[in-house]
């Protein structure tokens, strides 16, 4: 008889755990991973679209910054007097374009000089403004400036022209000065009515403040922003990463100091991407490079015969560079064991709150930032008042309005008179106190559609549109001078201050801005002469006395 005895195997409880666990702990580790590489490239991304935004901002900002030097620089061509001393070069129409290169570089930080050089390149005039006091430079220090390139390339220009020379570092008597001063020069010949170059106007550009701008544009961002020259020379960097995640260690003004290891030299594959067009997103292993372009030639209209000489404007530019470093996803889990990943994973649930409200914060800081960079580049940091390219963007607005309806446009120029006596008195705190008191009244005295700007340290200008009669600017102007003469409360003291107006109207006294504003300015110093705490109106040819004595009486 055969007999057959059968074995079972028994069922391994942990066999099957460990297949189930397995396959569990697969798609749990799957899904984890997933869901941790969609956050990190939700986070990249944002982080990506944050540095674009700053970048762009960046850009904003430089060609605000050379937009307003271009605008200066025609103010400055239009005054009358260079125009006077252009057709009549006598020592006394010099010194009346001196003192008036003196007033106009006071208030402007960013003007390092203001020179006027004859047709062979010697100095005729030159106003300095070391540590923020101008002053005009002795003619016995004049210098030549006949072999200087910025020279040599602004006396190949037409009439309307204008160089822009390279960022470079200032230099005296062929020296480079110490402290290194970064600096750059616009330049352009003015003619005679017959077409006759007779000399060229140079402004001299404190680059540290151009820089300094462009480096407020960028917040705290886990990236390396670079400012680059066309050959890939460093003019400015912002690092917010570690050392070590630098892409490439560079010398600032490695140009002027003959230092060859340039951008383009050391990273040639990328800057060739970089630099072939206007604006890229390059991925790299180390990370993602994010480049715009900035053509300051274009932003001051300058052609192929500026500098440098036969090179195409679209070939003349800066490259603002940003480096976000990559991240090493697996790195990540390598730092942890299996069985962490599930106290990982809750933890993270918990920390994406907290995370969700941080990057809420860090966002709301961030618009609230890009307001403010918006807000900075059109008003007045202490007054809230509009700055000059405000003041002249409303211009534009009340010219396109005043040819509508035939109306007139009339500008008030505002100078509080020994305003220098309270800062010396009283401090400087107490000054900027005074100030912000006295924007208010200004802005009391005005219709909601005027305007009313900070121009300098102690000078306003308002904006009147739609006004029929001198009166009507003379009304205003009058409660302008009686309302900040009120005594200003300021904590246990009362301050009294007076103030000079002048008035300039369009058409009557001109049609472009630069024009009507200096007549405004040159009706204040009238009514400065007269004996201050008053206005005048700028007199012409179209004003007779007559109209002007009908308005005073009107306005009394």
């Known amino acids: 008889m055969l007999s057959t005895q059968i074995t079972e195997k028994p069922v391994s409880k942990f066999r099957i755990f460990a297949w189930v666990f397995s396959l569990a702990m697969l798609t749990i580790t799957l899904s984890f991973w997933l869901l ?26 430089l060609n605000n910054e050379l937009g307003n030097l271009r605008f200066e620089l025609q ?43 004859s047709g062979s390149g010697r100095e005729l005039l030159r106003v300095n403004q070391p540590q923020g006091h101008p002053v005009i430079v002795a003619n016995k220090t004049l210098q030549n400036k006949s072999t200087r390139d910025y020279f040599i390339a602004a006396s190949s220009l037409k009439t309307g022209q204008v160089l822009l020379s390279r960022f470079d570092l200032n230099r005296e008597h062929g020296k480079i000065e110490r402290p290194l001063k970064p600096t750059f020069r616009l330049a352009t010949p003015v003619f005679t009515e017959s077409g006759l170059r007779k000399v060229i106007l140079v402004m001299n550009i404190r680059g540290q403040k151009v ?44 140009y002027v100091f003959d230092d060859k290891s340039n951008f383009a030299n050391l990273q040639p594959k990328v800057w060739k991407q970089i630099a072939s067009t206007p604006s890229n997103e390059l991925t790299v ?69 907290l995370m969700c409200w941080l990057f809420t914060d860090a966002r709301a800081k961030y618009l609230e930032g890009l307001n403010q960079i918006k807000k900075t580049a059109l008003h007045d940091p202490l007054t809230g008042l509009p700055n000059r390219v405000l003041l002249y963007d409303r211009w534009k ?31 400087h705190k107490t000054g900027d106190n005074l100030l912000q008191r ?28 739609n006004i029929d009669r ?12 009686q ?61 007779t006395l007559a109209t002007q004595s009908a308005a005073l009486k009107t306005i009394a």
């Open 470 to 481: 001198y009166a009507d600017a003379g009304r205003v102007a009058g409660n302008i001078v």
């Open 285 to 353: 292993a180390k990370g993602t490079y994010i480049s715009t372009t900035v053509y300051p030639w274009n932003v001051t209209h300058a052609t192929a015969s500026t500098w440098p000489s036969k090179v195409p404007a679209e070939q003349l530019f800066w490259k603002i560079v940003a480096f976000v470093p990559a991240v090493n996803v697996g790195s990540f889990f390598t730092a942890y064991g299996l069985g962490a990943y599930l106290k990982l994973y809750v933890l993270l649930l918990l920390l994406a709150i």
């Open 397 to 427: 607005q009340a010219v396109a309005e005043s040819r509508r309806s035939g109306k007139k446009i009339a500008l008030l120029f505002i100078d509080l008179d020994e305003f220098k006596d309270v800062n010396d008195r009283f401090g």
């Open 211 to 254: 820089l300094d701008r462009f480096r407020q544009a960028f917040g705290g961002e886990v990236a390396w922003f670079s400012l680059f020259n066309r050959q890939g020379f460093l003019l400015q960097q912002i690092s917010n990463i570690p050392q070590q995640a630098v892409p490439v260690k560079l010398r600032t003004w490695g």
């Open 483 to 543: 309302s900040i003469a009120r005594p200003y409360p300021l904590g246990s003291q009362q301050i009294s201050i007076q103030s000079s107006v002048g008035i300039a109207v369009c058409p009557d006294h001109g049609n472009h801005f630069g024009a009507i504003l200096h007549e405004a300015d040159i009706a204040m110093y009238e009514a400065k002469a007269k004996g201050k705490n008053q206005y005048a109106f700028r007199t012409k040819e179209k004003i």
């Open 75 to 117: 103010v400055l061509i239009e005054n009358p007097l260079l125009t006077r001393y252009v057709r009549q070069p006598s020592q006394i129409n010099l010194q009346q374009l001196q003192q008036y290169f003196l007033r106009f570089i006071k208030h402007r930080p960013i003007n390092d000089q203001l020179r006027l050089l």
């Open 438 to 465: 006295v924007a208010a009244r200004l802005q009391s005295c005005l219709r909601e559609s005027d305007t009313v700007a900070r121009i300098g340290g102690d000078e306003f200008v308002a904006l009147l549109g």
């Open 36 to 61: 941790w590489f969609a956050q990190e490239q939700a986070r990249r991304d944002s982080t990506l679209a944050d540095v674009e935004q700053h970048i762009d901002v960046a850009r904003q900002v």
